[in-house]
C-alpha cells in the first residue's frame, strides 16, 4: 500500500437547499478572542472552576460561529440559519 495518505478534517456545516434541493457544505468563522475570553470559554465549556489548573496547549482552545446566513452554490438563493442546538421544533 505504500504510505498511508491523510486528511486533516474540519467542522463544516451540511444542509440542503430548500429552493433546488441540492446538498451544500458551509464553513464555520473561529470567533476572535483575547487570551481572557479563551480561558473563560475554556473553563466554560470544560466545566473547570477559576482555582483549576488549565492544561498544557489550552490557548489552542477554538471555539466558532455558526454562519447566519447561507447561499446556494448551484442555485445562488439565500437563507438565514437555524443552530439546530437552540430549535426546539416550534
Known amino acids: 500500500m505504500g504510505t498511508e495518505r491523510r486528511v486533516e478534517l474540519k467542522t463544516a456545516y451540511h444542509w440542503h437547499c430548500e429552493e433546488c434541493g441540492r446538498e451544500?457544505?458551509?464553513?464555520?468563522?473561529?470567533?476572535?478572542?483575547?487570551d481572557e475570553d479563551r480561558e473563560d470559554a475554556f473553563r466554560k465549556f470544560h466545566e473547570l472552576d477559576e482555582w483549576v489548573q488549565l492544561?498544557?496547549?489550552?490557548?489552542?482552545?477554538?471555539?466558532?460561529?455558526i454562519p447566519d446566513y447561507v447561499t446556494c452554490v448551484h442555485c445562488g438563493e439565500t437563507f438565514g440559519t437555524v443552530d439546530e442546538r437552540l430549535y426546539d421544533g416550534d
Open 24 to 34: 451544500n457544505f458551509d464553513l464555520p468563522s473561529k470567533a476572535e478572542m483575547t
Open 55 to 65: 492544561p498544557e496547549g489550552w490557548k489552542q482552545f477554538e471555539m466558532v460561529w
